[in-house]
């Protein structure tokens, strides 16, 4: 018991009350002006984490990043790597190093100086230099490419020049600004399992800034999800998807359909809510404070939505009636959009399990939406 209760807090150092983070942003803001880029953010990150920082554009992630790299400086806070205060420290001191979006390589030079840039001020012998350039792009397997230059490249082959001359100075941290962003999505998803095994093999941690947040639940050991500059909710890929704290986290992270109510009765367990979109009353088992005629919100995903053609026979489901609206075949699932009697749109991802170019339910067929009560979460705000 013992040893797995340890084994989980090394995994997850998170978790542990003793764990030291390498990167703790203390109380950070920055403003230009009028405006208020980060407000007051806080945050302990652990050596070894991929950390992911979502948001919409303009919500303060990048700024967040900068300030890590010492690119800017904050209006008031501080920055803490390794113990260690950053507010003097310049950027080209700090033990972190920056993949930006747009690679910024150097078009004239093959990937070989692409890579060994980053070593010109360090005092290596010549042997020893070739050496670490070697390694750097045998990590990232681009050694017979050495001599190409830029535009001879790939999209993929270009990320990975970059990643490679962002880590051959060995940092502690590594801060990736979009990195995949300019990949198209096949390559995307590969790029995406390759960084996570090259972040594992080197134990360096990555703070990745992304607007993906599907490419955030895939990478990250945890998420923090930023709007309008502050950091709104911390936690794992599932905790953020399954437990969002807010309207805005369950709506911008995934796909959700949101039910506006009030509560109508609290049980043990389990809340009713009646609410004017449905016409009527939905259940949802929570064990959170709630109060009677409290204004709420029930978020529920697509993908715990059940649709057929008959109602369901069991015990504590929520039913609605409605008409295929919309209908989206994308191979391994389809989307729907039921129009319900009541006139609320409720999307649903139903999984293709059968090989079939015939839709058991297509257009305009009548069909009832259901889910059980612990498919949802109930949100105050």
């Known amino acids: 018991m013992i040893a797995t209760q340890s084994k989980a807090l090394a995994d997850r150092p998170w978790l542990d009350p003793g764990a030291s983070a390498q990167v703790f942003i203390d109380s950070v803001s920055k403003t230009y002006g009028a405006h208020t880029a980060v407000e007051d953010v806080s945050l302990s990150i652990y050596k070894g984490e991929m950390f992911a920082l979502v948001g919409a554009s303009g919500c303060g992630k990048t700024t967040l990043l900068r300030m890590l790299a010492g690119f800017a400086h904050p209006s008031s806070g501080r920055i803490f790597i390794d113990g260690v205060e950053m507010g003097a420290v310049p950027p080209h001191e700090r033990p972190v190093n920056m993949m930006f979006q747009s690679y910024a390589l150097f078009p004239h030079m093959t990937v070989e100086g692409n890579v060994g840039y980053g070593l010109r001020r360090l005092p290596l012998e010549d042997a020893a230099r070739k050496q670490r350039i070697q390694d750097a792009l045998d990590m990232v397997q681009l050694s017979g490419l050495a001599q190409r230059k830029p535009h001879q490249l790939s999209g993929g082959q270009r990320q990975r020049v970059a990643l490679a001359r962002a880590l051959i100075r060995r940092p502690k941290v590594l801060l990736l600004d979009e990195p995949l962003s300019a990949l198209d999505k096949k390559l995307r998803e590969q790029t995406q399992f390759e960084l996570m095994d090259?972040?594992?093999?080197?134990?360096?941690?990555?703070?990745?800034?992304?607007?993906?947040?599907?490419?955030?639940?895939?990478?990250?050991?945890?998420?923090?999800?930023?709007?309008?500059?502050?950091?709104?909710?911390?936690?794992?890929?599932?905790?953020?998807?399954?437990?969002?704290?807010?309207?805005?986290?369950?709506?911008?992270?995934?796909?959700?359909?949101?039910?506006?109510?009030?509560?109508?009765?609290?049980?043990?367990?389990?809340?009713?809510?009646?609410?004017?979109?449905?016409?009527?009353?939905?259940?949802?088992?929570?064990?959170?404070?709630?109060?009677?005629?409290?204004?709420?919100?029930?978020?529920?995903?697509?993908?715990?939505?059940?649709?057929?053609?008959?109602?369901?026979?069991?015990?504590?489901?929520?039913?609605?009636?409605?008409?295929?609206?919309?209908?989206?075949?994308?191979?391994?699932?389809?989307?729907?959009?039921?129009?319900?009697?009541?006139?609320?749109?409720?999307?649903?991802?139903?999984?293709?399990?059968?090989?079939?170019?015939?839709?058991?339910?297509?257009?305009?067929?009548?069909?009832?939406?259901?889910?059980?009560?612990?498919?949802?979460?109930?949100?105050?705000?």
């Not at 969002?244 to 796909?255: E, H, K, L, N, Q």
């Not at 109602?311 to 295929?324: F, I």
């Open 198 to 381: 090259l972040q594992y093999k080197l134990g360096i941690t990555f703070i990745v800034v992304t607007h993906d947040q599907d490419e955030a639940m895939a990478l990250a050991t945890r998420i923090a999800v930023m709007d309008r500059g502050r950091v709104v909710q911390v936690g794992t890929a599932a905790e953020i998807y399954e437990f969002p704290c807010s309207r805005f986290v369950a709506d911008f992270v995934g796909t959700t359909n949101l039910f506006e109510g009030t509560v109508s009765s609290c049980e043990p367990g389990l809340i009713r809510v009646h609410c004017a979109e449905t016409g009527g009353e939905l259940l949802v088992d929570d064990s959170g404070t709630f109060t009677v005629g409290q204004r709420v919100w029930v978020a529920l995903r697509p993908e715990k939505v059940r649709l057929g053609k008959q109602p369901p026979n069991a015990a504590r489901v929520n039913q609605l009636r409605g008409t295929v609206w919309e209908l989206g075949y994308l191979g391994n699932r389809s989307t729907y959009r039921i129009r319900t009697t009541s006139g609320k749109l409720v999307t649903v991802f139903a999984q293709n399990e059968r090989r079939t170019s015939e839709a058991a339910i297509d257009w305009s067929d009548e069909v009832f939406v259901s889910w059980s009560a612990d498919a949802a979460v109930l949100l105050q705000s």
